[in-house]
């Protein structure tokens, strides 16, 4: 679903930053916010339904605890959120900086599998895949700073 969305979005994305216009710029990243809180609350429905989900439309010999659920639902939304903001470092042609990004992000998604799949078993898989999403994510917005000035989504004072 991310990956249509993303899809769609980014031709259109490309042109208004090819406007240069600072007002449109400010009003994209303050729906890049909402969409962001819209979709970390989707995600809180699966930590409490998704087993349950997963039940009704795969039969009952699919019952998966709600926190594996939830937590390979947040990874893929971390993801979504990644791929929403990925795009600015390629229209800023940042390529190898995202391969950079991609290539720690899976390295350290290998090295918690390993050790939380030890410890905590499927649980630990899913938690350590949403935890190197998040940590792709974050990467990635932390370098979007740097080369973007992003609106403060809440002025203080």
Not at 6 to 16: A, G, I, Q, R, V
Not at 61 to 82: D, P, R, T
Request: hydrophobic share 50%; net charge positive.
């Amino acid at each position: 679903m991310f990956d249509a969305i993303n899809k769609s979005y980014y031709p259109w994305l490309f042109e208004k930053l090819n406007e240069n216009n600072k007002s449109t710029k400010n009003k994209i990243w303050i729906l890049t916010y909402v969409y962001f809180v819209f979709l970390l609350a989707t995600s809180m429905f699966f930590f409490f339904h998704g087993s349950a989900l997963i039940t009704f439309i795969a039969g009952k010999n699919y019952v998966i605890n709600n926190s594996i659920v939830g937590l390979i639902f947040l990874g893929q939304i971390f993801g979504g959120m990644y791929l929403m903001i990925n795009n600015y470092l390629f229209y800023e042609k940042k390529t190898i900086l995202i391969s950079t990004i991609t290539v720690i992000s899976g390295v350290i998604h290998l090295l918690l599998i390993s050790l939380f799949s030890y410890h905590w078993e499927i649980t630990g898989a899913a938690l350590s895949f949403c935890l190197s999403k998040c940590i792709q994510f974050l990467l990635t917005w932390l370098n979007v700073c740097k080369i973007t000035v992003l609106p403060v989504p809440i002025k203080g004072g």
